[in-house]
């Protein structure tokens, strides 16, 4: 793997092109550069028409690229400020999907539904192919209206081609389980895992404080527990994780600073069992990147998405 891959959208939702799909690359995960002129690769004119927290994953037999995102657009909601509080409780319960053989060439957007039939939304879709299931599990944040859409919680599906997907179930529910209950956790959202070494290492926002939790287990849809040695839960107003191994061997874990509206963050760690992170100074982004994800690419796949957008000037 030669190069890396980012998807994200941008800025503060003060245009429509915002909520869309911008890709960036970088050969060693620290220059990032902005392809198609700072312009959207991808755009939705379905569903809400707008295209966030974007997620990309390769299929196991490498045929195929699936990109998954939240269905939502608070800039055509209008007031800013009520659409915040509208879509937890009226939004789209389905996320968007394109599919790709080659990073260049994408299909058109599709919405597929997920989410229970009394939740507000789908935020912030990710997935990973699951060998105990065979099958892709895909997981994102919900409120629901059973308890009056007190709190969100990340729920999960299966699917195995991202057209037909099995009822939601919880996946993550901090403030009902037992093992951290009495204050240490509550809303969870924005959830990314990444595995190594036969384990699975899992990130996921801690809405309520405003602090990433880490978890690992052997399997993806049980058995995890909270990894305590990890320093996340010292760093304050970060979102939107997305992990990947560096070059160098590190692990570099991508945090969206969207308490003081910087757009991602690099925090690196060479041990990623335990789960201890510094901040990188070296990382540079030629914009404000929102929630999406970074993927290792090939030299050839670098190489063709430059052809294909070119780099911003």
């Not at 503060?12 to 392809?35: H, M, P």
């Amino acid at each position: 793997m030669g190069a890396y891959l980012f998807v994200h959208f941008i800025g503060r939702e003060n245009s429509a092109d915002c909520e869309q799909i911008y890709f960036s690359v970088s050969k060693d995960g620290i220059d990032w550069e902005t392809l198609n002129g700072k312009k959207p690769v991808l755009r939705s004119d379905i569903g809400e028409k707008g295209a966030r927290d974007p997620f990309i994953i390769k299929s196991p037999d490498g045929a195929k690229y699936y990109m998954i995102a939240s269905d939502l657009s608070i800039y055509h909601r209008g007031n800013m400020r009520q659409a915040w509080y509208d879509c937890q409780e009226k939004g789209s319960r389905s996320i968007l999907v394109w599919e790709s053989e080659n990073l260049t060439d994408w299909s058109e957007p599709r919405l597929a539904e997920i989410a229970v039939k009394d939740a507000g939304c789908a935020w912030a879709p990710e997935a990973m192919y699951d060998p105990d299931n065979d099958a892709y599990i895909v997981y994102w944040a919900s409120a629901a209206g059973a308890d009056n859409y007190e709190y969100q919680r990340m729920y999960r599906s299966y699917t195995k081609d991202f057209r037909e997907f099995t009822p939601a179930e919880i996946y993550i529910d901090d403030a009902a389980d037992e093992r951290i209950k009495n204050g240490t956790a509550a809303a969870n959202i924005d959830t990314t895992i990444i595995g190594h070494d036969g384990m699975y290492y899992r990130f996921t926002k801690n809405e309520s404080k405003k602090t990433i939790v880490m978890d690992k287990s052997a399997h993806l849809s049980y058995g995890w527990e909270r990894v305590k040695t990890t320093n996340l839960d010292e760093m304050l107003g970060y979102e939107g994780p997305t992990i990947v191994k560096m070059h160098d061997g590190k692990w570099g874990l991508f945090l969206d600073h969207f308490a003081e509206q910087k757009g991602y963050e690099l925090f690196v760690t060479d041990d990623i069992d335990k789960g201890v992170f510094s901040k990188s100074a070296d990382c540079r982004f030629d914009a404000v990147y929102r929630h999406g994800t970074v993927i290792t690419i090939t030299d050839a796949e670098y190489a063709a998405l430059i052809d294909k957008y070119g780099v911003s000037e």
